[in-house]
């Protein structure tokens, strides 16, 4: 598996709740933790999500992670303006390389 | 406050080689792992390449097993990516990355630089 399924784009308004998800396999979602990043036009990448389903200070509680198998989601609640951008999630695939999803844009209507 | 700057990004033909750097501040560059990770025009991130706290372990896609290779001089606070035989689809943003938790290989990506740029063209 080259990179972990997630959705080309999803969308909503603003105060909505939209949810992206991220397949894998077991060597990867099934057995590592998932980590998520939020990827806005022209800034580096921002950690938002680690060991599945924590937030590091200073990410607001309207996004909220968590697993269940080989599948994991990413929920941002209370949809925003400035949420809009690209959202990727990532796990360690087996001990040796680190995998990351196709990316979803998301689009705040 | 924690800062990862890339640099070394350039214009360069196949077949060459060029070498990027990332130099932290702010924290103690020793005690963390480093990852590599890029992305191509139009394309999302791809992972590159890790190594650990002290350069012991290292690990690389197989995109670019063979061809780069993953360094660190800690009393630099600089993180290296040597990239030879390089190809066109090697054009990318290269981003570095620190691991967390301190002296954990297998952690999450806390901080990301901004990224510098290579295209490589005849």
């Known amino acids: 598996q080259s990179v972990l399924t997630q959705p080309p784009s999803v969308s909503g308004t603003p105060g909505q709740k939209v949810t992206i998800s991220c397949s894998g396999s077991r060597s990867n979602v099934g057995f590592n933790s998932v980590s998520w990043y939020q990827h806005l036009p022209g800034a580096a990448p921002k950690l938002l999500i680690y060991?599945?389903?924590q937030r590091p200070s200073g990410v607001p509680d309207r996004f909220f992670g968590s697993k269940s198998g080989t599948s994991a989601s990413l929920a941002i609640t209370e949809l925003q303006s400035e949420d809009e951008g690209d959202y990727y999630c990532a796990a360690w695939d087996g001990a040796h390389s680190v995998i990351f999803g196709g990316g979803t844009r998301l689009t705040v209507l | 406050q924690v800062q990862l700057v890339e640099s070394g990004g350039t214009l360069v033909q196949p077949g060459r080689s060029l070498r990027l750097s990332c130099t932290g501040s702010?924290?103690?560059?020793?005690?963390?792992?480093m990852h590599w990770v890029r992305q191509a025009p139009g394309k999302g991130l791809e992972w590159v390449s890790v190594t650990s706290h002290d350069g012991s372990e290292s690990y690389y896609a197989d995109s670019v097993k063979g061809r780069f290779i993953i360094s660190r001089d800690n009393s630099k606070n600089t993180l290296y990516l040597q990239m030879n035989n390089v190809r066109n689809d090697d054009t990318a943003v290269y981003y570095c990355?620190?691991?967390?938790?301190?002296?954990?290989?297998?952690?999450?990506?806390?901080?990301w630089g901004r990224g510098a740029l290579v295209s490589v063209s005849s």
């Open positions: 060991t599945t389903n």
């Open positions: 702010g924290f103690n560059f020793y005690n963390y792992g």
């Open positions: 990355a620190r691991v967390r938790p301190l002296r954990v290989l297998r952690g999450w990506l806390d901080t």
